[in-house]
């Protein structure tokens, strides 16, 4: 079990948390001592992470947030820095499969919501929170990512080709941030019992699965201090 105090006193932004792997990673972080800023569309997700949260101890904030409104998300920055003081971590959870399907075959406005989720709006948001995780004693930057950014995988374009650009664009501000006290990383998070995976399997995956409690230890490690990882994809 993490110690109470291992991330005391940080904040963390966590897309996504109203379910699967967000929600377990805000679990695992307030349980560290982290106050746990909630973001997601559904507001009943979200209050059910919040109730666990507090049931366990520990402080959450929800806001509520549909990602991809992009323009919405240049206030990030701001609108923390007001209402908590600053960011110390930002976890960028939220994804999207897409339809699954041959390429040209793939409606067009699918194509871009998919790369709007799974890459603009963390760029948004990291362009937003930039100044904020430079200005913490230990900034982190954590981003979900998938096997299948190195793996291509027939009808999963939209998926495969978002996620492989996350990928990239993460290892570029790692390279930027070099000399900072920030550090940038990904999570190959495996294949997960989520929501997710059932969309993509309706009929059930046949195969072995991880819960996303099985894989918050990793998104914790990145969050430390003395994290040494910058610009490297962690297989949870």
């Known amino acids: 079990m993490m110690k109470k105090t291992y991330l005391e006193g940080k904040k963390a932004l966590i897309t996504g948390a109203s379910r699967g792997i967000g929600a377990a990673v805000a679990a695992a972080y307030a349980a560290a001592g982290a106050h746990v800023i909630l973001a997601a569309r559904t507001v ?40 908590f003081g600053g960011l110390d971590i930002f976890v960028g959870n939220a994804g999207m499969l897409g339809t699954l399907g041959p390429l040209p075959h793939t409606d067009a406005k699918n194509w871009q919501k998919t790369w709007d989720v799974n890459l603009n709006a963390n760029f948004r948001l990291l362009r937003s929170l930039d100044p904020l995780l430079r200005a913490a004693p230990a900034g982190r930057a954590i981003f979900t990512s998938s096997g299948l950014a190195q793996k291509p995988l027939a009808y999963w374009g939209a998926y495969c080709a978002s996620k492989a650009a996350l990928e990239m664009m993460v290892k570029v501000y790692a390279a930027e941030t070099a000399n900072t006290n920030i550090r940038a990383n990904l999570v190959d998070p495996g294949i997960i019992d989520t929501a997710m995976l059932r969309e993509a399997f309706p009929g059930g995956f046949q195969g072995e699965t991880k819960t996303p409690q099985d894989v918050a230890p990793a998104y914790l490690a990145l969050a430390a201090a003395d994290c040494a990882a910058h610009g490297d994809v962690i297989a949870a």
Request: hydrophobic share 40%; glycine share 12%; aromatic share 0%.
């Open 44 to 83: 009943g997700g979200l209050e059910e992470t919040d109730d666990a949260i507090r049931k366990a101890g520990g402080a959450a904030t929800l806001m509520p947030l549909d990602i991809s409104k992009l323009d919405d998300l240049d206030r990030m920055g701001p609108t923390l820095a007001q209402s």
